[in-house]
């Protein structure tokens, strides 16, 4: 497809274990985000990535999130020992060039934890 | 302070009713705006960018105002379609060396038969 592929789509986890997200993003596009949102409430920054190296990792609520992107395209975040308050949906987007912040979204990831 | 504000509502109007949205963001240095738009369960997408001479898409307004750091989105003509969450969002340094976005809370549309 043409648009950002995130998987899983959906993932049920136990507390305490490790999870990873991927996301491909759209062909060229050289900018890469990942947000979250928990259950009614606003997108919540993590990391943007230009290229492979990521300029603003500002968002990443604690040392238990990583992310990394290889070849300029496909990023995975890395959650550690989970915890229930990380139950949320994981957005990724992409964008060709951020100077115009016209970011494509990809249908999320959604992280349950019990 | 949150960065950018919205009133979540809900929003509840009739079909063909004109609705205004506002936002208020708190950096001054901010230099790029948007609206998106949110389906229930959905991933954003942008709706339509907002430029500092105020612009149009059809039934859509989109107005800046710097000096009260202030975003506003007038929906004229409501549709059933429209029903939706509105996302104010700030680029809150506007630097091509940063894509960051702050996305405010978002504001619920219902509008009903």
């Known amino acids: 497809g043409a648009g950002v592929s995130q998987s899983p789509s959906n993932k049920v986890t136990e507390k305490g274990k490790d999870v990873e997200l991927r996301c491909d993003p759209i062909s060229g596009h050289t900018a890469l985000y990942w947000y979250r949102q928990s259950l009614g409430q606003g997108l919540e920054f993590l990391i943007y990535f230009q290229g492979n190296s990521a300029p603003d990792k500002s968002g990443l609520p604690s040392d238990r999130f990583s992310a990394e992107r290889t070849g300029g395209s496909v990023s995975t975040l890395t959650i550690q020992r989970t915890q229930q308050e990380d139950s949320a949906v994981y957005l990724c987007a992409s964008s060709l060039d951020p100077a115009t912040n016209t970011i494509y979204f990809g249908e999320g990831s959604w992280l349950t934890v019990v | 302070r949150k960065e950018v504000e919205q009133d979540p509502g809900p929003f509840n109007v009739p079909e063909g009713a004109t609705v205004a949205f506002n936002c208020t963001y708190s950096?001054?240095?901010?230099?790029?705006f948007f609206w998106y738009r949110q389906d229930c369960r959905k991933e954003p997408k942008l709706l339509m960018s907002v430029y500092s001479s105020g612009n149009e898409d059809g039934r859509f307004t989109a107005q800046l105002n710097r000096a009260s750091q202030y975003i506003s989105l007038l929906i004229r003509d409501s549709k059933l379609s429209d029903s939706a969450t509105y996302l104010c969002?700030?680029?809150?340094?506007?630097?091509?060396?940063?894509?960051?976005?702050?996305f405010g809370q978002g504001t619920t549309l219902q509008v009903k038969p």
């Open positions: 969002v700030v680029n809150p340094r506007g630097s091509s060396n940063t894509g960051k976005l702050i």
């Open positions: 950096n001054s240095a901010s230099q790029s």
